[in-house]
């Protein structure tokens, strides 16, 4: 509930700091920037109001009104009711850890369980308790490879196949940090599979080498020789994953990288528009005093139960304040609580099913779709999950607006984000997707093309 | 507490002592009863790094928090203690011998004068107590 303060308190409060009124605090804003006139609409009644917004949601879609082969970052995936009916549960709907933590031991432990799940599906030592999501999760892998080096390496080298949106995020976590540059993800960087660009500017001051696995583009490549290599200059790796495509392939630990990232909204979480999402962050045991974010372990009580307890927290920005790798003091709690169900009902079978499903269907889609006349694949020879690029007869956003019609929606236009990927698609398909709708996507994508 | 006579110290609760042209320091007994039990000390600095006083030389982490360890004096780092880092425990257990961090060469040995006594130190934390 919330409870405003009183006359007499707010009398008193003002009567410590030293004023008279409230007003008074605001001096220092020039008399004309204090009450500046907003030009407001009349207030509506809630009547009204309900109608408005029905109107401007109307303008929206939902993914599942459509045939979606839209991923690039997002995927349709399916999610089982009984996600949505636990995550409602008055015990759990809250998207934080609660502020007196240890009082709620079933989120603590639901929390615990989501930790355990990501260390397993990556291979890697320690998970937090998550962050917003995957753009985020990759930027305070830049933060801690920093914070590691103490501001003595200053390079956070990125390759140009790594989600935009991430680069994005990563250069706006580090704005303002002094010397550090995010960089090597340049037009002229290209994103040859071989990755020799990248390979050769790794040197001693890179804090940080950040790849993507499956990249942006969906290819599934060979970091072997590029983390052997950033580890001999001393540089750490970060690994920005999708976690239905480690259903299938080699976990992010395997492959020694001191970082796996990814976002977590392929497990159990709608689209819903772009949020929430999830932010899984996944380390080697030696960072864990740089780890941002909570972190719950398991213990036991004073009568020797069993109990969980928010960890190390002497690392998080409340106790160490300005030398702390982070600001983040929280977790994305109930989207973690929404994957921690997705998993586990589907078991280690269920979910090794789903990736199964979405390489088979994908590939089917690949190659129904570049024996058109007009399109082929942008990567033949390179392995792909569930996502891959096809090169098309036309602008793929005048494509895409007339697959609408067909009540299609099509690939992600590359050419949004990549200036030189002019008449690039990228083609996403989830298990949801069935052979016929793939079948009917190449009748579309043919008829369009003809128009 | 022991105090013991003979170092030099600092108001951030850092002891330095003197071993010819270099100078040991750590902290103080004082100081990690106020910790608690330390579970980890993380380093800031490496050996030849020249540092000013008032810098911090590593952040030590207790149960209950996490405080900076600074320079009492001016210098260039000779040595650090890394055991410390597989039993900080030591700091608990030893502070003024074994529990030491850092040594390091004085730029200006005068530095030092302006630091308190084991009998001003002693003074001053009977005053914080209250």
Redesign the interface.
Known sequence: MFTPHTKNEIKEMLKVIGVDTIEDLFEKVPEKHRFPELDLPEPLTEMELAVELNEISSANAPADDFISFLGAGAYNHYIPAAVDMLLRRGEFYTAYTPYQPEISQGTLQSIFEFQSLMTELTGMDVSNASHYDGATAAAEAANLAYHFFRGKRNKILVTRAVHPQYRETIRTYMYGLEDVVVFGDEEQAGFSPDLQNTLDQIDNNTALVVVQYPDFFGRILDYTKLIEIAHARGALVCMVFNPTALGLLKPPGEFDVDIAVGDGQPLGIPLSFGGPYLGIFTIKEKYVRKLAGRLVGETVDEEGQRAYVLTLTAREQHIRREKSTSNICTNQGLMALAATVYLSLLGKKGFKQVANLCYQKAHYAAQKISKLEGFELAFPDTPFFHEFVIKTPKPVFEMNFHLQNHWVLGGYDLNQAYPELEHHMLVAVTEKISKQDIDDFVLALQEVTND | MNTPKGLKYAKTDEWIKVEGDQAVIGITDYAQDQLSDVV?I?F?IDEDDQVSKGDALA?V??V???S?VNFPASGTVTAINEALIDEPEVINNDPYEDGWMVKIKLDDPSELENLMDAGDYESYNEEREG
């Open positions: 980890f993380e800031l952040t982490e207790s209950k928090a996490a900076d």
